[in-house]
Structures are given as structure tokens and as C-alpha cells.
Nanobody, 122 residues
Framework: QVQLVESGGGLVQAGGSLRLSCAAS????????MGWFRQAPGEEREFVAA????????YYRNTVKGRFTISRDNAKNTVYLQMNSLKPEDTANYYC???????????????WGQGTQVTVSS
């Protein structure tokens, strides 16, 4: 089992920045690819970004490329999502996810956190 706890959400004005954190506990964090997803009210949950277990490879949805950066610190069992130039359409509940394979963490993660709310005002 892997337990995931997100933090760092909040209210920010358009153009601002936030950094989300996801702390993992349980099995060896460095064995897992990690991902971030988001879900806005009335919408499907969507993939945002993913990072491999070593941190050497990462993937982003097109609408956040150049604005969001995913990173990880295996010594701290934590994955981050730095979000810059935020837009009102980024408003959503953001979830952390894990799977041993980066392809699978994008398609069907094994583990999910509870989410942290991000609200971007115009």
C-alpha cells in the first residue's frame, strides 16, 4: 500500500503561482512513477503531469506545458507540482497518484490521494 497526502492548494489570482506537494508513505517511494491529475466541478478527472521513478522523464498535458513543472525528491518521499502563470481554467481539485509504471500512472494509477483544492480568480 502507498498512502498519498497532498498539500499546497489555495486561492490565487490569475497569473500567480502555487506549489503543490504530495507526501508518500508505505512502500518504497523511489519505485513508483508519480502523477498529478485534476478534476473541476462537473468535469471528468484529467491527467496533468507525470514523472518517472528516477525523475529523468516527465510528461504534461498540452494546456499546462511551459507553465507547470513536476519534480520529485526521493529522499523526502515527496513529489511536487510547481504551477506558474495560473489561469481561471486551472481551477480544480488536484490529486496525486502512483503506479510502478509511468505509462500506467497516466492511464490507470493504483493509488490516489484525497486531493487539494486550487482556485484561480480572474
Amino acid at each position: 500500500q502507498v498512502q498519498l497526502v497532498e498539500s499546497g492548494g489555495g486561492l490565487v489570482q490569475a497569473g500567480g503561482s502555487l506549489r503543490l506537494s504530495c507526501a508518500a508513505s508505505g512502500r518504497t517511494f523511489s519505485s513508483y512513477a508519480m502523477g498529478w491529475f485534476r478534476q473541476a466541478p462537473g468535469e471528468e478527472r484529467e491527467f496533468v503531469a507525470a514523472i518517472g521513478w528516477s525523475g529523468d522523464n516527465s510528461y504534461y498535458r498540452n494546456t499546462v506545458k511551459g507553465r507547470f513543472t513536476i519534480s520529485r525528491d526521493n529522499a523526502k518521499n515527496t513529489v511536487y507540482l510547481q504551477m506558474n502563470s495560473l489561469k481561471p481554467e486551472d481551477t480544480a481539485n488536484y490529486y496525486c497518484a502512483a503506479h510502478t509504471d509511468i505509462g500506467s500512472v497516466i492511464a490507470h494509477p493504483d493509488y490516489w490521494g484525497q486531493g487539494t483544492q486550487v482556485t484561480v480568480s480572474s
